[in-house]
T-cell receptor, first 114, second 110 residues
Framework: DAGVIQSPRHEVTEMGQEVTLRCKPI?????LFWYRQTMMRGLELLIY????????DSGMPEDRFSAKMPNASFSTLKIQPSEPRDSAVYFC????????????FGEGSWLTVV | EDQVTQSPEALRLQEGESSSLNCSYT??????LFWYRQDPGKGPEFLFT???AGEEKEKERLKATLTKKESFLHITAPKPEDSATYLC???????????FGQGTTLQVKP
């Protein structure tokens, strides 16, 4: 199994630019989570989807952040416009929500906004 | 409010010196408690899921236990390769959210 695949792995962008992060969940998984990790705040849940439908986006910090899941094998997290305080590692995770939940993470997208 | 607190924040052990990491939690409808290992520059790596008080899981030198209010990750005779950050998370059956603690950074010296 290829695992959760995220791209890009690293991105450096200028303040004000649009950033799009991408995630391909594990095949057959129908729950998908987006997290942000910083030293100060640890891992924060931004949004999660079940069967491609956003269930809870209360963790999305501002209207500058948006996430979509157009199909079961692809999701995007977009920041527009980006700001230096958005610099963090963004993780995508997926799971198959049976009684025996096991949630797997990708390797993360390291974002630096200068 | 769902909350996870891990202690200690950092732990330094000598190789072979056993110890335990703590994860205290409050959650609406526990659906599972997860332990992950995270190495620098990597995503969290799944270790265990525990579902009910009294449950235990083992993997090599690691053993996870669960009570109604906390979980312990016991590390027996650790080796330097066990050095990593260990993350605890709870999955709420009511909200569907997976909430993480801040992690314990373990350093094992040879």
């Amino acid at each position: 199994d290829a695992g959760v695949i995220q791209s890009p792995r690293h991105e450096v962008t200028e303040m004000g630019q649009e950033v799009t992060l991408r995630c391909k969940p594990i095949s057959g998984h129908n729950s998908l989570f987006w997290y942000r990790q910083t030293m100060m705040r640890g891992l924060e849940l931004l949004i999660y989807f079940n069967n491609n439908v956003p269930i809870d986006d209360s963790g999305m910090p501002e209207d500058r952040f948006s996430a979509k899941m157009p199909n079961a094998s692809f999701s995007t997290l977009k920041i527009q416009p980006s700001e230096p305080r958005d610099s963090a590692v963004y993780f995508c995770a997926s799971s198959f929500p049976t009684r025996r939940d096991t949630i797997y993470f990708g390797e993360g997208s390291w974002l630096t906004v200068v | 409010e769902d909350q996870v607190t891990q202690s200690p924040e950092a732990l330094r052990l000598q190789e072979g010196e056993s110890s335990s990491l703590n994860c205290s939690y409050t959650v609406s409808g526990l659906r599972g408690l997860f332990w992950y290992r995270q190495d620098p520059g990597k995503g969290p790596e799944f270790l265990f899921t525990l579902y009910s008080a009294g449950e235990e899981k083992e993997k090599e030198r690691l053993k996870a236990t669960l009570t109604k209010k906390e979980s312990f990750l016991h590390i027996t005779a650790p080796k330097p390769e066990d050095s990593a950050t260990y993350l605890c998370a709870v999955l709420s059956g009511n909200t569907g959210k997976l909430i993480f603690g801040q992690g314990t950074t373990l350093q094992v010296k040879p």
